[in-house]
């Protein structure tokens, strides 16, 4: 008889169930025989508008030089984001997409024994992580959909390690004022590591929320974890990073794989980051689409969570399974979130115009069924 290799896996992965990500298009289409074209993914929270053509001309440059290794440093990276925010290359850790610098911290700092606060209907990487880790997992109770920083405070302990904060927060894109956030990082113990995950960070703008990165130098235990798949559009070359003091820095890189970024991606991060436009119009449309589908969906007696990231979280009133289900067969792809706690909700990324009205439309004729 074969060994069972689940029982003899760690016993917080025994436990895990596996990430659940947005349907593929091609997976849909294989399902329900629609054809590709007719399907539009809002499940992913991904960049509208297209691959950016000078990211496009810089993986065309790199192509060459496949055969060889990325620079394991990711030098140039890290030094054009130094460049960019005023930091020093050596306070950077690059990561594949902010998801691998969730993993690192965990790995770094969670273990048996240890546990990790965060907010409930926070993003799933946080009780993955810390679970996979062996630690425990302090989930306090929302407020309002959002982080109860008061609430967290009083869940942290002798044995707390690690607090996540995502600001915005995926996936009920609500968000911490600059009040709020200092308050709580001025009664943080200093021993506790504060991840604050601004993955969305870039679809704000101005003072609209508080830059985690101008807390960098008054704060010795704040991480700052952010990614270049959402408003710069690189999703499908994975390329994030974290931003924290040398010393946490160094403690991450001891464990971060050297290879985690790939050629293509890094070169293609340079030159998103050069390119200011792109980002400006993606905000452009991203707040477009917002009033877009908030005036529709108030045209349908919905309600929904305001948000500061490029998605709306959309309460039906009902369960959303079979909501979901009906937007499938009209092929529209969104995202489900009961697995956060949230039964009646949908999560819907902001698309294109186009795009977004063709989910106003199927959710109106699923909604008649």
Known sequence: MSADFLTLAVPGVQKLSPYVTGKPIDE???????????????????????????????????????????DGSGFRLKAKLAERFGLKSEQITLGNGSNDIIDLVARCWLAPGRNAVFSAHAFAAYPLCTQAAGAESRVVPAVDYGHDLDGMLEAIDEQTAVVFIANPN????????AQALESFLD??????????????????????????????????????????????????????????????????????????????????ACAALDDEQYLAEGRRVNRAGMAQLEQGLAELRLKWIPSRGNFLAVDLGRDAAPINAGLLREGVIVRPI???????????????????????EALRVVLDQ
């Open 338 to 360: 009961a697995g956060y706690g949230m039964p009646t909700f949908l999560r819907v990324s902001i698309g294109t115009e186009q795009e977004n009205a063709r989910f106003l």
């Open 170 to 177: 995926n996936p009920t894109g609500t968000w911490l004022g």
């Open 187 to 268: 009664r943080v113990p200093e021993r506790v590591l504060v991840v604050l995950d601004e993955a969305y960070i870039e679809f704000t703008e101005g003072d609209e929320l508080p830059n985690g990165l101008n807390y960098l130098d008054r704060y010795p235990n704040l991480l700052v974890s952010r990614t270049l798949c959402k408003a710069y559009g690189l999703a499908g070359l994975r390329v994030g990073y974290s931003a924290s003091s040398p010393q946490i820095a160094d403690v991450l890189n001891r464990v971060r794989q050297p290879f985690n970024v790939n050629s293509l991606a890094l070169v293609a």
């Open 28 to 70: 849909l289409a294989r399902e329900l025989g629609i054809e590709p074209a007719r399907i539009i993914k809002l499940a992913s929270n991904e960049n509208p508008l297209g691959p950016n053509p000078r990211v496009l001309e810089a993986i065309r440059g790199e192509l060459s030089e496949l055969t060889r290794y990325p």
